[in-house]
């Protein structure tokens, strides 16, 4: 059990002298209510060795604990290294296999990717929403099992068998917006503890009030989903796991919700990781494969946006002098049929070119594997910080159409064309 189901057994429950926990992944002796609380680590580091003496007169029970940390001072059985030598040399080799190579390091600490995001939470459902055509990936925390902070550099095939040591299934899921808020709801509802059903999302970006009582933590106007405000009864494609449409971690609400592809659609989520290094591999021409095909290195929902967009969606690619504009509905109204010099068909043409590069500039980016921690996930503050929110999306909404008047054009494109105007 978690350490709070442990201290509410040792503070209403008698009769118990020791209580032998686990699932936190730490080692931790406490007392409570006169009551030894032992949980003896992970992953075989270390394990303890208890003593329980009972008094002469048979109405108490003394406990000693020793932790014992286990180092290169324990000699191997021989039997299993024997039987494991046959093995090893293999393993080991598909182990120590470079799958790529990281500029910065990657966060999979329980206490950083249980309690909020990180850029290796990121950097697996960004490419699970990529391979998967998905609007949105959510994956429990608890998928991502290393605990570690993996430094930059070589990244092998033994880090990503740390990290995603399961053989877990994808799948696609038709989910409104109205249950999109329930599953983030549930995803932060036992916040600050270190669940594994808090999420790690791709597509989503949403706000949560630690201090409101579970069930109503998520701040409702502020959720975005790619460039919009979420809407209710808005459907949308969500990627996730199979075990969470199982309804495991609390995410019961996934049970019913229509399946797009199934499993048997949708690669493993160790396998689309792979695929995504063979795809960087493949662009850069450092692979030896003959065919060109590879997997997406570019979320969809960032593809849309570019469609949507007059302008490039990267920063490099803005001039200082143009503002930007919201994204949303309203950019589908098109500024081009504006007197121009140019030709619809040249101007339209300038902005497919724009776009394309744009595309492979984003492409660029996921090719130098810098993943980082980009706000889809804030923990609120203080009332304050909401207003702010509040007002800058008000500030995106600030969109009006104004008629254009009749003029001669320069060429005659089209007249009373709508413009969009920042208020």
Do not use: W
């Not at 470079?98 to 960004?126: A, K, P, W």
């Not at 998905?134 to 990244?155: Q, Y």
């Not at 916040?191 to 949403?206: M, T």
């Not at 140019?342 to 497919?352: F, I, Y």
């Amino acid at each position: 059990m978690r350490t709070p189901n442990d201290t509410r057994l040792a503070e209403n429950v008698d009769g118990i002298d020791l209580i032998l926990g686990g699932h936190d992944h730490v080692y931790e002796i406490k007392e409570v209510n006169g009551k030894y609380i032992l949980k003896s680590g992970t992953d075989f580091r270390e394990f303890s060795h208890l003593r329980l003496e009972l008094s002469e007169a048979g109405d108490a029970v003394s406990v000693s604990i020793e932790k014992v940390e286990v180092t290169g001072q324990f000699s191997p059985n021989e039997a299993v290294k024997a039987a494991l030598q046959e093995y090893e040399g293999v393993v080991t080799g598909k182990m120590d296999e470079v799958l790529c190579n990281f500029s910065v390091e990657l966060d999979g600490r329980f206490s950083s990717i249980r309690t909020s995001e990180t850029n290796l939470g990121n950097f697996i459902c960004d490419i699970i929403m990529a391979a998967c055509n998905a609007d949105i990936a959510i994956l429990n925390s608890g998928t991502l099992r290393s605990d570690r902070i993996h430094p930059a550099g070589d990244f092998v095939m033994r880090d990503l068998m740390t990290i995603l040591p399961m053989l877990d299934s994808l799948c696609v899921l038709e989910v409104t917006g109205a249950i999109l808020l329930q599953i983030l709801e549930n995803g932060v509802c036992q916040y600050p503890k270190l669940e594994g059903r808090f999420p790690q999302v791709a597509g989503v970006q949403f706000v949560f009030d630690a201090s409101a009582a579970p069930g109503s933590r998520i701040i409702r106007d502020m959720v975005k989903v790619g460039d919009e405000y979420l809407q209710e009864e808005q459907i949308y494609r969500m990627c996730t796991k199979a075990y969470m449409r199982l309804g495991r971690d609390g995410y019961n609400m996934l049970v019913d919700c229509p399946v797009l592809q199934d499993d048997e659609q949708c690669p493993m989520l160790s396998t689309a990781v792979q695929n995504h290094f063979t795809a960087i591999k493949t662009r850069q021409g450092k692979t030896s494969r003959n065919s060109t095909h590879r997997q997406s290195l570019v979320l969809l929902s960032r593809r849309h946006s570019l469609i949507r967009s007059d302008e490039p969606l990267l920063p490099s690619q803005q001039s200082s002098a143009t503002p930007s504009r919201p994204a949303g509905p309203t950019r589908s109204m098109s500024t081009d049929c504006v007197t121009t010099a140019e030709t619809p068909l040249q101007h339209s043409a300038k902005r497919r070119m724009s776009r394309q590069d744009s595309v492979q500039e984003l492409e660029d980016l996921a090719c130098k594997l810098a993943p980082v921690v980009e706000g889809r996930i804030v923990v609120l503050q203080g009332p304050e910080q909401v207003q702010g929110l509040r007002e800058k999306r008000l500030g995106t909404r600030g969109v009006s159409i104004i008629e254009e008047e009749e003029d001669e054009p320069a060429t005659p494109v089209c007249t009373k064309s709508p413009l969009l105007v920042q208020q």
